[in-house]
């Protein structure tokens, strides 16, 4: 069955960088946009950007430009997310999330990567 | 950019009624985009409905969606002790493009 398991719970320091993985299994991982969103403590759901299938390239939501990067691995059907300048703000549950291509929703989700950011 | 309103903020029913939550949104969207979330405490969120009024796999008929243009809703029939959850709408934007969602609605056991 389609599956995304992410990696696991991450603390850094302010300004510090974090990257999160997200392995997925189940069924060809460049047939299918791969996003990332976030939800601090008590907030709902904030989307970071998507990474489109095939060779279409990503986009980032405007409030992350510049500090979001999103790859993909194809030979290890791994999805990551690097976030730089990190700073209390960016403490969340990060979650990868699939999207069967201009679907426009999201399903399934990773298990989340807790993220803290604290000095 | 789009805003998402979702009403009420917090919805205290008994299992067996039925709920009616409300998503509004800022300007008219296309049905298309719109899809509902239910979130369980610890868990990620589930797909429940898109496209306005399609179910998900896997989730019961008790659920149904609809509506158009801004005003959105979901219902659940019959609540399950199971249903109890915070649900989320979201929409996609396409200017600039990105993926929004609302603040949530919590369904509590009354």
């Known amino acids: 069955q389609v599956q995304l398991v992410q990696s696991g719970t991450e603390v850094k320091m302010p300004g510090a960088s974090v990257r999160v993985s997200c392995k997925a299994s189940?069924?060809?991982?460049?047939?299918?946009?791969m996003h990332w969103v976030r939800q601090a403590p008590g907030q709902g759901p904030e989307w970071l950007g998507i990474?489109?299938?095939?060779?279409?390239?990503?986009t980032y939501a405007q409030n992350f430009q510049g500090r979001i990067t999103v790859t993909r691995d194809t030979s290890t059907s791994t999805v990551y997310l690097d976030l730089s300048s990190l700073t209390s703000e960016d403490t969340a549950v990060y979650y990868c999330?699939?999207?069967?291509?201009?679907?426009?929703?999201?399903?399934?989700w990773g298990q989340g990567t807790l993220v803290t950011v604290s000095s | 950019e789009i805003v998402l309103t979702q009403s009420p903020g917090t919805l205290s029913l008994s299992p067996g009624e039925r709920a009616t939550l409300s998503c509004r949104a800022s300007q008219s969207v296309s049905s298309t985009y719109l899809a509902w979330y239910q979130q369980k405490p610890g868990q990620a969120p589930r797909l429940v409905i898109y496209g306005a009024s399609i179910r998900a796999t896997g989730i019961p008929d008790r659920f149904s969606g609809s509506g158009s243009g801004t005003d959105f809703t979901l219902t659940i029939n019959r609540l399950e002790p199971e249903d109890f959850a915070v649900y989320y709408c979201q929409q996609y934007d396409t200017s600039p493009p990105m993926y929004i969602f609302g603040q949530g609605t919590k369904l509590e056991i009354k």
């Open positions: 990474i489109k299938s095939g060779g279409d390239g990503t």
């Open positions: 999330a699939r999207e069967i291509p201009s679907a426009y929703w999201f399903d399934p």
């Open positions: 189940g069924y060809a991982l460049i047939n299918y946009h």
